[in-house]
Nanobody
Framework: QVRLVESGGGLVQAGGSLRLSCAAS????????MGWYRQPPGKQRELVAY???????RYADFVKGRFTISRDNAENTVYLQMNSLKPEDTAVYYC?????????WGQGTQVTVSS
């Protein structure tokens, strides 16, 4: 099994930055796509960004130009650098990874942006 553990969430003021990390562990052969989702209070979970095994990143429109996703395949870790944070970015952020046809989720990390 693959376990995902997120870290780096916290409380920041609008305009600030946070860097989220997600480390995969367990019986890993090769992780395919890794991504970040978020769930704002009272809303559906939504895709923030993902990056393929080849390193191609894609972003939701609402974060493009502010967030950067990257990965370290040797460490089985994906990162999300979040700049120019807005109060509407407040959400629980979840890591997702595809591995051998299965999908895994982390426990989530809270990001709160104050105005």
């Amino acid at each position: 099994q693959v376990r995902l553990v997120e870290s780096g969430g916290g409380l920041v003021q609008a305009g600030g930055s946070l860097r989220l990390s997600c480390a995969a562990s367990g019986s890993i052969f090769s992780i395919n796509t890794m991504g970040w989702y978020r769930q704002p209070p009272g809303k559906q979970r939504e895709l923030v960004a993902y990056v393929t095994s080849g390193g191609t990143p894609r972003y939701a429109d609402f974060v493009k130009g502010r967030f950067t996703i990257s990965r370290d395949n040797a460490e089985n870790t994906v990162y999300l650098q979040m700049n120019s944070l807005k109060p509407e970015d407040t959400a629980v952020y979840y890591c997702n990874a595809a591995h051998l046809g299965n999908y895994y989720w982390g426990q989530g990390t809270q990001v709160t942006v104050s105005s």
